[in-house]
């Protein structure tokens, strides 16, 4: 998804009394949020706001790539005029790009709650970078340049998530952030819709809220009701309970840290994040460990296993983490028969056979795993329709757009929006990298730019790109031949015997004997036709094997000929 | 998997008085199931009968396989011994290796219902083998050498599958194949629950049982209530109507082609597969169409799009299926406003992101896509844990074997037993290659023969080896680097400047320059040092280049030195 919609141009200027909204990220996709907004100054360059920046995980279809940012190209001639990033909350999909924004300009304020701020800073500790922070909370308003923010609380997977009302020269407009409406939230702390709906009278221009889940009917089950799951998996337990869950959800981890507590068990959190981020979270006061109930993973061996609780990521079923590798009996804590695993996370799309495999793993060598395949153990952070429902109605924005989701997310969402009065035409469905504008009380989009994929591999940023990735799929299917020929470099005659070197093309050594007669004769042919060409001769030896490969074996590898002139 | 129990050894052989029984697959994976019986025989080498000769389809962790075949290599010198093959039903996961058998003994006798060797028969004629076949119907009785045979109509998604109970000396097994209990099947053909009884009366000694399902509670949902579904998809669709199912789904396509006489469409086949079958199944009267209602596909056009009904498989995002073509516009049916997408077909787990890579498409170019996240429009052809106890309790087995299945199926089908009554001890749960052995009505774990994956990729069968796809993915994720050096094959001087050449590795050839001044050096010193082994140079550059990669990137590509001697 390059350029999503090909037959939008670059847009013209904007007009100074409009306001222009691009996603970078998030539209058209789960994941890499990113969105910046950009109003007219008297004076001088237009001032951009930027609300969220996340990262994306990347599929198969992105082999050996670590992280997908947005790309900055839209922004990165103008980063002197960003007044500030916003993040709503801190999950890797809102801030996780953040780190790379601030190499590029360091002292860019952020903006967020204190948790977000905290776990932001931990993070780009990380990275070495000390961020210029404004903490907000809910209720708050403040201004950055010309955007007028106003911030409102929303419940959703991780505490002290924010909503945030832009009030600009071209109107009013809502940004939910990720949200849903648990009306019995564990902290107490419920999204606003009384804020939303006080904007609402005031007259919302265009509210952008969360598709994530507008496919899905009803309303969420609160996290309220997993409680009691919990304990009953504890209750029944015979030795060992290890937890798998995001390190992010500090509330599910206070319900295990409760179980724990109830059944006189004790804790470990085992790996890095999780270690980091539940520091982070006792801190702040976020999370509350029962007294004496925390020990360090070198206890554990001392204590027997029905007094153990082991909490650590890899609920994702990632190769690396520590659950994928106690499925291969590949990690220091062996699964045995009697040990309890809970895997207390949603399945987030794409991970579904990584999950499969460690849930089979795990159950091979004795384990009883429980997962939302076959226990309430985990509710979803996002709204399904019944709750957007509520929020488009008491919003009643003069214009929508969806966003967070793919495309049959910011569909469904649409729809919902038709269904409760926003005329069509104030409905828009946008890509990233798809120009939005807001003129006059109507949003219309008036052109595209660049918003592809950049990834992340190794300690480089954007240095592989699709043309590698094409590479790496057809030689992650296929493999690849090698042949090296030297040649003499006046006359182009051949000088040794061309060697062959395959790997992952499933050819035996001894089946490469003919086809290296054939190169040499080929070769030799050549040569006495006077060719001595290095690019004629390479394509001759692509040709010749290429040809013998799928004949013999009907496959593609790929074929590199290498010819070295001596 | 090549060998699951590393601890078990080579059987001992079979006592005269007993049974064995090895599964070549199915156990611990969901496909190619293959499972082995064998008797000693009076005189003469043991008499063996197979159950089904499938495939199994590869995943990520599979790359570029096309098909996964069962190791027939325990059988492999036996082949004369085999009385049968019999084919429970025509599922490509229960029939797609018999080409691959036939191929090392083509005379080998196969059985099954008339439905399943008419489609096996189809698919044979296209791999050039005329398979020797025997017919046989839900309660006949068939002696197979020492085998004696006897058939039950089981229902399924696919007509005409059967049930085989053996009657041999060590005892009565019965093997359900793969069933469900449909209570109000479209063809009226029940699974033979009041056969089951009747084998459980006579004493059933060892059950095979399906377990698909066995984690699902409940019982399945009639196949006769998608009916009413599809009609309302077809009496809301504005324009044409697209269906996606198995090419072997005969009961889908019958529901398909009556909504469509009933809103006074034309029907037309699209896809090699497809056609095929509904020809097969046509002929034999499996298939019923309305009279006048197929259409060739060049007719179509002529056709105001809502007279119009396409069926094509692709259902699962198979990438070259008509089905993705047309997500993403690649394809001469271009998807638009108003077009009705039907994916009716269950998702098989691993094909997740294919097929919401599909859905998104679909949905970005306009289509309405109705799929089984939004409708009712497929159910499973396996029973769930609600119907395999009723199967459990009629059949008061002996023994107990859970098949088809990964672990997570296998371990909740065996509690399932130990809940209805069989001994613990009773319940033997085998991964594929586990020899189980059946003596004086006791099941015992007595060895373990290999039953490693053979991969079937392009023209070959079982060349490309772990190590091919060990060497693929490392290719697939991180790409490679030659570096090829030409050196003079007495002195080891090298005699023109290093030639890098990378692919997938994400760097660009600029880069290369320092590494290959460093490897000059290097191979200079090493010269100097007297150094001129070959094998010692390529260690030399692949060091230096890996150091280096490793070093300036973080990343580990496949590093291949090649040196030539001139």
Redesign the interface.
């Known amino acids: 998804m390059s350029h999503p919609h090909p037959e939008l141009d670059a847009p013209p200027p904007l007009t100074t009394d409009g306001l222009r909204i691009v996603a970078l990220g998030g539209l058209?996709e789960i994941g890499r949020n990113m969105t910046v907004f950009e109003i007219a100054a008297a004076h001088g360059p237009n001032r951009l706001l930027v609300v969220d920046c996340g990262v994306l995980f990347p599929?198969?279809e992105q082999?050996?790539v670590d992280l997908i940012l947005p790309d900055f190209d839209y922004i990165r001639g103008r980063l002197d005029d960003i007044e500030a990033i916003v993040l709503t909350h801190a999950h890797e999909d809102h801030i996780g790009a953040v780190p790379y924004l601030l190499r590029e300009r360091a002292d860019i304020p952020i903006v967020g709650s204190r948790l977000t701020l905290a776990l932001v800073d931990a993070k780009l500790l990380e990275h070495r970078i000390r961020p210029v922070t404004r903490q907000v909370a809910e209720g708050d308003r403040m201004r950055f340049g010309p955007f007028d923010c106003e911030f409102f609380a929303v419940n959703h997977s991780i505490p002290d998530a924010l909503a945030v009302a832009l009030r600009t020269p071209a109107g009013l407009v809502l940004h939910t952030g990720d949200f849903k409406m648990d009306q019995l939230p564990l902290d107490g702390r419920l999204t606003d819709l009384g804020g939303f709906a006080r904007l609402g009278a005031e007259g919302i221009d265009l509210l952008m809220s969360d598709s994530t889940n507008a496919?899905v009917g009803g309303f969420v089950t609160s996290e309220r009701d997993i409680g009691p799951v919990i304990d009953d998996v504890f209750r029944t337990a015979e030795q060992r309970v290890i937890v798998a869950c995001f390190a992010s959800h500090i509330h599910r981890v206070q319900q295990v840290l409760d179980a724990a507590a109830d059944s006189g068990r004790k804790v470990c959190f085992v790996g890095r994040s999780m270690v980091r981020n539940m520091g982070v979270a006792t801190d702040l006061g976020y999370l509350r460990a029962p007294e004496g109930i925390m020990v360090e993973q070198k206890e554990i061996d001392d204590l027997p296993p029905e007094k153990v609780v082991l909490i650590c990521t890899g609920s994702q079923g990632e190769p690396m983490s520590a659950m994928s590798r106690m499925a291969n009996r590949d990690h220091q804590i062996r699964i045995t028969r009697g040990d309890t695993v809970l895997l207390a996370s949603s399945l987030i799309?794409?991970n579904?056979?990584a999950v499969?495999r460690v849930?089979?793993?795990l159950?091979?060598w004795g384990a009883r795993?429980v997962h939302k395949?076959?226990a309430l153990v985990h509710v979803s952070g996002h709204a399904p329709a019944g709750e957007l429902l509520y929020v488009l109605n008491l919003t009643k924005p003069g214009n929508f757009l969806p966003i967070h989701g793919?495309?049959?997310h910011l569909?469904a969402h649409a729809a919902l929006a038709e269904l409760t009065g926003v005329p069509r035409d104030n409905v828009v469905i946008a890509e990233d990298g798809v120009v939005v504008d807001l003129v006059d009380g109507q949003v219309a989009i008036t052109g595209a730019v660049p918003a592809g994929y950049v990834?992340v591999?190794?300690?480089?940023v954007g240095?592989?790109?699709e043309t590698?990735?094409k590479?790496?799929?057809i030689?992650?299917?296929?493999?690849?031949i090698?042949i090296?020929v030297?040649v003499d470099s006046t006359s182009g005659k051949i000088?040794?015997r061309p060697?062959i070197?395959a790997?992952?093309?499933?050819?035996?050594d001894e089946d490469f004997h003919d086809v290296v007669s054939r190169i040499q004769e080929v070769l030799e042919g050549a040569a006495a036709d006077g060719i001595n060409d290095v690019r004629q001769l390479r394509q001759l030896i692509r040709r010749t094997a290429g040809k013998w490969v799928s004949e013999?074996?009907?496959?593609r590898p790929?074929i590199?000929p290498?010819v070295?002139?001596?």
């Open positions: 058209g599929e198969e082999p050996g496919e799309p794409g579904e056979n499969n849930i089979n793993g159950t091979r795993v395949g076959n793919e495309w049959r569909r990834y591999d190794g300690a480089t240095e592989v790109t590698s990735l590479d790496r799929r030689l992650g299917e296929e493999g690849f090698s090296v030297a000088v040794a060697e070197h790997r992952g093309a499933g050819i035996v013999s074996y009907r496959r790929m590199i290498v070295v002139e001596v």
